[in-house]
């Protein structure tokens, strides 16, 4: 059986769509833990209008703790073999988790990771629509802790490894080690799950198949709302990225880039992080001059290579130290990802 966990905070008006997505699921031994974390009352009772529709859904109603603490009740719920994490607004194809269990089957794997749908918002004069794009890598087994290692800098830089949900894992595995979402983070808690996931396992399949559409953008993300403390959530999540290849002597020259450029990357998103503040433009320029001078700033300079030329462009000016030409720049981007969202997220996905 697959234990589906999906934490719920207010999004009432995504909720139907994620649950019948699930609940009609070629793949019929599952179970669906809905977590309610402290919803508003409608999102609530929409919750429990799913569980009176069909058996197969439970739901638990907690108080506001977070996403990490409604993931780990219900991991502590669950009574299947298989986890498998969705979100409340997003949703799954129909033959998902018949095709995941069976590769787990199949290669007797403990992680299978699929390809998933990174769906955008097109908006036209007469009606919103959604744009799909593919984020995916040709299909392969992992049969040894060393394999794992080596595909390590190339599954995380192929953007499969920063969320859970378009992963299956094996609940004994989790239960055995303690595996938990570390709770009262703002970010980045499914990649601390997953790198604790990956120190207990040897094997693993990467399938092409897309079967999850993760919603993105105009739904208030965690970063389409400025957070004064974004350079050093960013800067945390360098430190621990770094010491998760360390760990496992597995801190190469390749990691080392992948590393540094992935956290360029995030401190670029923080500068554009600003415009989404009442700040002035003097102060505006003062925080990212902050980004540009900052420690890991300029060691993640020294060895990231950008692949994008809007990346090359920006490591040029963060390198030189040209504060106000990347404020015109990032205020640019930031224009870009307000009007025409479906561009921003292409350029987006070429770092």
């Known amino acids: 059986m697959v234990s589906i966990i999906v934490p719920v905070y207010n999004t009432g008006k995504y909720i139907k769509k994620c649950v019948d997505s699930l609940i009609h699921q070629s793949y019929s031994n599952i179970e669906i833990i809905l977590v309610d974390d402290g919803s508003d009352s409608e999102t609530a009772l929409l919750c429990d209008s799913c569980a009176q529709e069909d058996d197969k859904i439970t739901v638990y109603h907690c108080e506001n703790r977070g996403v990490s603490a409604a993931r780990n009740y219900g991991i502590k719920k669950a009574k299947g073999k298989y986890i498998f994490f969705a979100d409340s607004d997003d949703y799954a194809e129909p033959q998902m988790l018949e095709k995941m269990v069976g590769i787990a089957q199949r290669y007797m794997v403990q992680l ?13 004069k007469d009606n919103q629509t959604m744009e799909s794009m593919e984020q995916k890598v040709p299909s392969f087994e992992i049969k040894s802790e060393a394999e794992l290692k080596r595909a390590m800098v190339f599954l995380w830089d192929s953007s499969l490894m920063y969320n859970v949900w378009n992963k299956l894992f094996a609940l004994e595995i989790i239960r055995e080690n303690e595996i938990l979402f570390p709770e009262g983070k703002e970010f980045n808690e499914d990649r ?22 993760y919603m993105r953008g105009g739904r208030g993300g965690a970063t389409e709302v400025y957070r004064p403390n974004m350079l050093q959530i960013r800067k945390e999540e360098f430190k621990r990225l770094r010491a998760f290849f360390k760990e496992w002597d597995n801190y190469d020259s390749a990691a080392r880039e992948y590393v540094s450029r992935e956290h360029f990357d995030r401190v670029a998103g923080a500068a554009e ?5 009442d700040l002035d433009t003097r102060k505006i320029v003062c925080e990212i001059r902050k980004m540009v001078w ?26 030189t130290r040209s504060t106000v030409l990347i404020y015109t ?10 009007k025409y969202p479906v561009l921003f997220y292409r350029l987006r996905q070429s770092r």
Not at 112 to 124: L, N, R, T
Not at 273 to 277: A, D, E, I, K, P
Not at 329 to 338: E, N, P, S
């Open 192 to 213: 601390d799950f997953i790198r604790k996931y990956l120190r207990h396992i040897q094997t693993a399949y990467v399938t092409q198949d897309c079967f999850y559409h």
């Open 273 to 277: 992080n600003v415009f989404h503040s």
């Open 294 to 319: 900052d420690e890991d700033t300029r060691y993640a300079l020294a060895y990231a290579l950008p692949k994008s030329l809007k990346m090359k462009i920006l490591h040029l000016l963060f390198k």
């Open 112 to 124: 299978v990771i699929a390809g998933y749908y990174f769906d955008i918002p097109c908006i036209s």
């Open 329 to 338: 720049v990032m205020r640019c981007i930031y224009f870009v990802k307000v």
